[in-house]
């Protein structure tokens, strides 16, 4: 079964230091998304992307964030300069196209866990 | 906008008790989905069920049921016998409908089966 997947399963890094979190979506999927997960807390939508642009973000995706689909099958998330409280879990989700009346299910990747020290 | 509440933090049953957990949401949306998701505690986010404002139907999948009341905003979920396997952190989420498709979290309720 088709599964979304993401690089690195943890990534540590020190504050100030760019780090780049990697997403391979469902491969006809066409809507993707990041969420984030600060330890103990609920799940919390930062961005989705469609058709080469942002399609809405959230309050949280301020402007050291950023997102690309460099290609025809990777989705990534760039945080310029990390902060301590940018640690956290990353997913990525991914959605198969759909009509006006429905809802495609999202996708979820197992997450990447984001260590700054 | 939308907001999604579980009351409850932690609950702990002995195994094969019923468990409840309980989610209400708020929205403007007229059509609108909720969902269910487990996390155990290796991390990743499973997808358990989903439903449609319009059908308020409720079913029972295996051990899984739920309870949706658009009267009270409510969409409660119930793990019957409950397993140790069981033991998870569980989200209810709101999403609206077509072109709207961000998920809105709750807080989540974390759920220990004692054996």
């Known amino acids: 079964e088709p599964e979304v997947t993401q690089t690195p399963s943890h990534q540590v890094t020190q504050m100030g230091q760019e780090v780049i979190l990697r997403c391979v979506p469902i491969?006809?999927?066409?809507?993707f998304y990041w969420y984030r997960q600060i330890l103990g807390q609920k799940v919390e939508f930062l961005v989705s992307?469609?058709?080469?642009?942002?399609?809405?973000k959230s309050e949280i995706f301020d402007d050291q964030f950023s997102v690309e689909r460099p290609d025809g099958s990777n989705f990534t998330l760039k945080i310029r300069s990390t902060k301590l409280e940018d640690s956290a879990m990353y997913f990525c989700?991914?959605?198969?196209?759909?009509?006006?009346?429905?809802?495609?299910?999202?996708?979820f990747g197992p997450g990447t866990r984001l260590t700054v020290l | 906008a939308q907001k999604v509440t579980q009351a409850q933090t932690e609950i702990s049953v002995v195994e094969k008790e019923d468990v409840t957990l309980d989610c209400v949401y708020e929205?403007?949306?007229?059509?609108?989905?909720l969902f269910w998701y487990k996390q155990p505690p290796s991390g990743e986010l499973v997808f358990l069920i989903r439903?449609?404002?319009?059908?308020?139907q409720n079913e029972i999948s295996g051990r899984y049921s739920w309870n949706f009341q658009k009267s009270t905003s409510s969409f409660n979920f119930t793990i019957t016998a409950s397993q140790v396997v069981d033991s998870a952190v569980y989200f209810c989420?709101?999403?609206?409908?077509?072109?709207?498709?961000?998920?809105?979290f709750g807080k989540g309720n974390q759920v220990v089966v004692i054996p």
């Open positions: 989700a991914s959605t198969a196209p759909g009509g006006r009346s429905s809802y495609n299910e999202q996708f």
């Open positions: 491969s006809n999927h066409l809507y």
């Open positions: 992307f469609y058709n080469n642009e942002i399609s809405e």
């Open positions: 929205t403007r949306d007229t059509t609108y989905y």
């Open positions: 439903r449609n404002s319009f059908d308020e």
């Open positions: 989420a709101l999403s609206g409908g077509y072109g709207n498709n961000r998920l809105a």
